[in-house]
């Protein structure tokens, strides 16, 4: 069992920067792949970038290819998003999910967090 709990989303301007934190209970976490999703009202959830548990291939939405990092600190349970360039059309909830392969679709993700909120005022 993993609980996640999203931090660090707030109303920014465009071209600001922020950085998502999510931080994972259970000792399992170092094994489980770790992605970033985000929704906004009355549209689908659309999936941000995704990280293995160690090392290989990191996946990212090509709307945030080369403006959004992902990371991840084993040793501190947390995974990290860290958003520069940040556009109006970023504005969504954003949610980290927990799973047992890397992958983009939602449904194969076990665990989420509750979201957090970025807004990008122009």
């Known amino acids: 069992q993993v609980q996640l709990v999203e931090s660090g989303g707030g109303l920014v301007q465009a071209g600001d920067s922020l950085r998502l934190s999510c931080a994972a209970s259970?000792?399992?976490?170092?094994?489980?792949?770790m992605g970033w999703f985000r929704q906004t009202p009355g549209k689908e959830r659309e999936f941000v970038a995704a990280?293995?548990?160690?090392?290989?291939?990191?996946y990212y939405a090509d709307s945030v290819k080369g403006r959004f990092t992902i990371s991840r600190d084993n040793a501190k349970n947390t995974v990290y998003l860290q958003m520069n360039s940040l556009k109006p059309e970023d504005t969504a909830v954003y949610y980290c999910?927990?799973?047992?392969?890397?992958?983009?679709?939602?449904?194969?993700?076990?665990?989420w967090g509750q979201g957090t909120q970025v807004t990008v005022s122009s």
């Open positions: 259970g000792r399992t976490f170092s094994t489980y792949a």
């Open positions: 990280i293995p548990w160690s090392g290989g291939n990191i």
């Open positions: 999910a927990a799973g047992p392969v890397l992958a983009t679709r939602g449904d194969e993700y076990d665990y």
